[in-house]
């Protein structure tokens, strides 16, 4: 269990750290014909970054068995 938590923890960092760089940087992004406003990456940052803190949180409670 541990183990997955690690792992969802670090695929959330990783999608956060996207978000982030799209803010930083102004990257456009486009889904079909509809452009992704920037907007969309502060949600994107904000529930990234909670599911990657709270992974990383129930990993550290985890015990091996």
């Known amino acids: 269990m541990q183990s997955y938590l690690l792992i969802s923890g670090l695929l959330f ?5 996207l978000h982030l760089l799209r803010l930083v940087y102004g ?17 994107g940052l904000i529930v990234a970054g909670c599911l990657c803190i709270w992974a990383f949180a129930l990993a550290r409670g985890v015990r091996s068995a």
């Open 13 to 17: 960092a990783a999608v956060t750290l």
């Open 27 to 43: 990257w456009p992004a486009q889904i079909g014909a509809w452009t992704v406003p920037l907007w969309v990456s502060w949600l």
